[in-house]
């Protein structure tokens, strides 16, 4: 059977499994709709959180910028990981026992205001839409490059997938089939990673495989930064990037994980407390399998490509390097006229151009496996765009139901028309999601990670802030969030879109970049509303003794 | 005055978890991660330089394990507070 049918077969059988589950976990009211109903066992979400967190991203372009940077790219592996830390230790117990749907619930109930709610909303939207639409160009692009499709019947495909079973089942909906994508997508990844572990250096798990020797005795590691120094690019594992750029960098991600509603949002879906607690450590170890893999498949990805190309003649290259080509994401231009690919630092010398997305598309081919392992890789590309898509779209369509609808505007909204609200705003996020990705801005891809930036710099100071400080009050929280928001975005902006030639260290400040700043924002977030809440009034005693309930365990459960 | 006693002791408890948890967390992937990587480096682990295994592998693990052990840390403090 050629690849093409292969490829349509398998993404079919997991669609159909997708559709199924949305037809089986149809909502049937505004809690089932918004948590799941708040029954989901901590396992199952913590694999629904792991698959809701791997964005295409992640899945293929995350091992890529690794193979390109190197030790440099760690800045990704420990800031998408280490956020679950704070997650589990600072915020999801206490939002859990806090007990509403959405962070702009605990916002406006623990500052006791209407426009700190509001705020709160902004920000959602801000960061959920900012987010979806790369994952929508992600969805396709798969299609695209592994089905032919043109990109924008790929992105129609797959909102209708979307739309099924968010606007049908809701979170309850998105659990179960974020539950299903997880498998499909950590198999998908980790099995073309442990046979390319095991032709290069025998060793059958690759966080193994990429610390050994190889056939020769040298270390694979030793081996790859050799061949760097050779061809001047800088060591595999010593970075370029300045300490105090990694440093803000990961702590921009870190922060920015933990507050990122649609991760979050997560977590009230469990039934107690202390399941919180547990599925966060569920999540990051689910999350951590394909983690800790992706730096070992950058390796050998890396190592793999630099023996092909080295001097070689290009007549020579293997098929997977003429069918890449096809697709641009292979160029090669023989600029000395030798027929040979010289491929190294220096730009002015090197002949040829490989896009990241390769190291893990390409990756089942370079290692010769058969072609139900590529279509594979498609259909675990796919689950893990769309899953994280459909997380998306479901907080941006509940903070509009929910938080604005029936909390701010209209308080006597009955159960079924807020339900049939949260429907139509869920149909409505799915097609504004749609049309940004066929947009495409092409700032987009950037503009994702900068989503990091604006959570850390808002949403983790005004939630920690709010269960560790009994005197943070309303208009410290308010006027924090706002100039969190307003100066990583201004950085952001003057850098990244306005300026883009002084984008470089000597221009930026403290030499930290766009990427890195929501770090500084959230120091400046958190100065600003500690000083000016020490120079306003108290907070109300029900707050106070409202925070004393989120931090303690239930009265209930003691037994003298 | 009993009840505020237990209260007030059980979230103590609570927060120095957090914080020891948190100084290990941040010693392993900004300290031997990022500000000490060089010289860790030095050392050795296979084919690992020590400080590199640290922030692609090393730091991850602890992570997952901070994470367990806060787990079962909290779940002991409210055993001893007889809470079910």
């Known amino acids: 059977m050629d690849l093409q049918t292969l490829t349509y077969i398998i993404i079919g059988i997991t669609f159909a499994i997708y559709i199924g589950i949305a037809i089986w976990s149809k909502a049937g009211s505004t809690k089932e709709f918004y948590v799941a109903g708040g029954g989901v066992h901590p396992i199952a979400n913590g694999m629904a959180t792991a698959a809701d967190w791997m964005s295409a991203a992640s899945f293929i372009s995350m091992a890529g910028i690794i193979s390109f940077t190197g030790y440099g790219g760690s800045v990704y592996l420990m800031g998408w990981t280490g956020g679950y830390v704070l997650l589990a230790l600072l915020l999801a117990p206490y939002l859990r026992k806090f007990g509403k749907y959405t962070v702009p619930d605990f916002i406006g109930g623990r500052y006791y205001s209407n426009l700190a709610r509001t705020v709160a909303i902004i920000c959602t939207l801000f960061i959920s839409f900012t987010y979806v639409a790369g994952q929508m160009r992600g969805v396709g692009l798969v299609f695209s490059r592994f089905l032919q499709v043109p990109i924008n019947e790929g992105i129609y495909i797959g909102m209708a997938i979307v739309f099924l079973y968010a606007v049908l089942g809701g979170m309850k909906g998105i659990t179960y089939t974020q539950v299903a994508q997880y498998c499909i997508l950590i198999f998908a990844f980790m099995l073309p990673a442990i046979f390319l572990s095991l032709i290069l250096t025998d060793h059958f798990i690759p966080q193994i495989g990429f610390g050994a020797k190889l056939d020769n005795g040298q270390y694979l590691l030793q081996t790859l930064d050799q061949l760097h120094r050779e061809l001047g690019f800088s060591e595999y594992t010593s970075g370029k990037k300045s300490t105090i750029d990694m440093f803000a960098i990961t702590a921009a991600l870190m922060v920015g994980t933990a507050g990122l509603p649609h991760v979050i949002v997560r977590f009230f879906t469990v039934p107690r407390v202390k399941d919180a607690r547990s599925s966060a450590g569920w999540a990051l170890l689910f999350i951590v399998i394909l983690y800790a893999t992706a730096p070992a498949v950058s390796v050998f990805a890396r190592t793999n490509l630099i023996n092909t190309v080295k001097n070689q003649e290009y007549a020579t290259m293997p098929q997977w390097f003429k069918s890449w080509e096809e697709t641009n994401l292979i160029q090669f231009d023989d600029k000395n006229n030798d027929g040979k690919i010289q491929y190294v630092g220096d730009e002015d010398r090197n002949e040829l151009y490989i896009d990241r997305d390769i190291m893990v598309l390409a990756n089942p081919e370079i290692a010769n496996l058969p072609n139900w392992v590529i279509a594979l890789v498609a259909a675990g590309a796919l689950a893990a765009a769309l899953s994280t898509a459909a997380g998306l779209l479901l907080v941006t369509s509940t903070s509009i139901s929910h938080d604005l609808l029936k909390e701010n505007l209209y308080p006597n909204l009955t159960e079924k028309q807020e339900l049939l609200a949260a429907r139509i705003t869920a149909a409505l996020a799915v097609g504004i999601a749609g049309l940004f990705g066929i947009m495409n801005f092409g700032f987009v891809a950037q503009v994702v990670a900068f989503a990091f930036g604006f959570s850390a710099s808002t949403f983790f100071p005004a939630i920690v802030m709010g269960i560790f400080s009994k005197r943070m009050n309303k208009k410290g929280v308010i006027s924090g969030m706002i100039i969190g928001l307003v100066f990583t975005a201004s950085y952001i902006v003057y850098f990244s879109i306005l300026f883009p030639e002084y984008n470089n260290a000597d221009h930026w400040w403290f030499g930290i970049s766009p990427e890195g700043i929501g770090f500084v924002g959230m120091l400046i977030n958190f100065a600003v509303s500690t000083a000016i809440s020490y120079f306003t009034e108290d907070v109300p005693q029900h707050i106070k003794d409202m925070v004393d309930e989120i931090r303690l365990p239930d009265e209930s459960r003691k037994v003298e | ?84």
């Open chain 2, 1 to 84: 005055m009993e009840k505020q006693d237990w209260r007030k002791a059980y979230w103590k408890a609570n927060v120095k978890y957090v914080l020891i948890l948190l100084a290990i967390w941040f010693v392993v992937s900004y300290g031997m991660g990022i500000l000490f990587v060089e010289p860790l480096n030095q050392f050795k682990m296979g084919g690992f330089p020590f400080g590199f295994w640290m922030a692609q592998q090393g730091s991850m693990y602890v992570f997952v394990i901070l994470i367990l052990i806060y787990v079962k840390l909290i779940n002991r403090l409210d055993k001893k507070h007889n809470l079910k």
